[in-house]
């Protein structure tokens, strides 16, 4: 019963055991900082999500402050996001278009209305992702996340990104647009901005240009010097007070008073000084007080500051750019993967296209399990190391022994290319040889029948006559005979007694080192492997086979009277080992019985 507490409250766990002097000025530290960057993102990504701006600050609150009951990690910093935030506005603003709250008469939207819609909307989808989220986690599924690569997730980010960018665009130019969420959303939505682009609202456009130029040149400064500076310069503060001094300046033409934020002092931005949970629940406590105090003076912000710290924030995403040709260069694999995240993202939405990633990302992972790769494996310098044959390394094929490596496990998909590949890389033509060997048996066989319906006859006709027959033919029937008897191999049968030629190699090695598991597909294809190199002459062992593997093989009733447990080696030198002792024995065999 502890345990099972200590896992869904982990705070219970930590939190008796938190060094308060080390720990707990560096959790005060960085739980301020991660507020006073919530302030700011968590009023702008309220646009992506198609709610009024004091929402992200609930947003950054409630999760913020039951997670650090809750969660598990020490690092994680809870909040709004943006490609979260966007997804979802894309539902928000489709269930609750402007359309269906226009004013009669006046053609003006009930703001109002529309806002009170899309909050509910908003509350009914985050209810389904806890409850979501909850179950899965309760399931353990986590583990899906292993599906989703790092160049998926940037490739998606990116693109994602780009839907951010273009959907600040209507608050950064002043332009009313409507919402879309439909497929090509993304190119629909530049088209009726470009219609609409001489409808800019010039002073709209200059406040932007002035806070991302403001924004971007902190930032810079931050990253350049930030060796060099005890905190990075809260840029996205010193931009919410230039939306309240262009307020105030403009207001006081018109005999407004003025308006302000009760946070007057120098505030720090994210530090790495954060040990635990606490940080989060100091930031979580900071936007409270936000909330409960501040909160009005940040409805009259102009959306289009809050566009530009959106904006601003996506900076580190759009250098994920240059991931196109770092991947050209180490993995096309992975390239594909990111451009067709990408791609699919920008064209389909953001819900399609992460599915259409994640499918595709599985596809790619069975492609290139399809398409292995396969080597010879030679000896380096008589030791027990071993690695690919080639010309520019040391290492060097066995005389009469192969060894076969693949990098890829062994089932359904690609069992039939490996024993294709196998073939191929032992230079014989091993289905060709046996049909060889198969027609030079049955010739034997059709001549042996020969010579028995020979001396069925002879014997016939003897029984029948006085016995003459046998004797005035004598010589020809003896001739006949020692013909036909000349003709037929002797027992036993080799390929060399058939007339066939013989493989240059008598033994075969499998590494199964890279064979993560085996199917009963992989298991029929290995059997057939066995017995068709048998059928040539050559001895067959696997080497390296890991222990799951080696189940796999027993529960597919692998093994029998002539594929015994005998064949399986723990690395490739003791297979080799044996090999050449078996060798030798049969080689002093052969010289003894020569003595004799």
Known sequence: TKALLFQFLPILHWLPQYPVKEWLLGDIVSGISVGILQLPQGLAYALLAGVPPVFGLYSSFFPVFVYSFFGTSR????????????????????????ENFILPGNETIDTIARDRARVEYM????????????????????????YLSEPLVRGYTTAATIHVTVSQLKHILGLPLSERSQPLSLFYSLVSLLRRIHKTNIGTLVVSAVALVFLFAVKEINHRFHSKLCMPIPTELVV???????SNLTGSFFHCFAVTSSMSRSLVQESTGGNTQIAGSISAIIILVIILKAGELFTCLPRAILSSIVIANLKGMYKQFMDIPLL??????????????????????????????VVFGLVTVTF???????????????????????????????????IFQSNSPLYFANAELYAKSLKMKMAVDVDKLIEKKKKA??????????????????????????GMEFLTNKEVVIGSLKTLSESIPQSPVTLRSLGLEKPDFHSLILDFSA???ID???????????????????EVFIANCPSAVLRQLENGSFFNDDITPASIFASIHDAVSYICSGQNSRASSLSEITAV
Not at 123 to 138: P, R, S
Not at 240 to 246: K, P, R, V, Y
Not at 330 to 352: E, G, K, P, Q, V
């Open 75 to 98: 690092h994680v910093s809870v909040g709004s996001f943006a490609v979260v935030s966007i997804m979802i506005g894309s539902v928000t603003e489709s269930l609750a278009p402007n």
């Open 240 to 246: 919410e007070l230039i939306a309240l001094g262009l």
């Open 520 to 538: 009963t597909v992989g298991t029929k294809i290995l059997k057939n492997i066995f017995n068709e190199f048998r059928e040539v002459e050559v």
């Open 368 to 402: 290139r399990t399809q398409l292995p790769h396969y080597s010879l494996l030679g000896q380096v310098a008589k030791s027990d190391i071993y690695r690919v044959a080639e010309e520019k390394t040391l290492a060097k094929e066995l005389p009469g022994v192969k």
């Open 441 to 466: 048996i049955q010739k034997r066989k059709k001549a042996l029948q020969k010579v028995s319906n020979l001396a069925e006859s002879i014997l016939a006709k003897t029984q029948k006559g006085s």
């Open 515 to 517: 064979v993560c598991f």
């Open 123 to 146: 509350a009914a989808i985050t209810l389904l992702v806890g409850l979501f989220q909850l179950f899965l986690g309760l399931v353990q599924f986590g583990f899906v996340v292993t």
């Open 328 to 357: 050209w260069w180490t993995d096309r694999y992975d390239l594909l993967i990111w451009l067709a995240t990408f791609l699919s993202t920008i064209c389909l939405n953001l819900d399609m296209g992460l599915g259409i990633s």
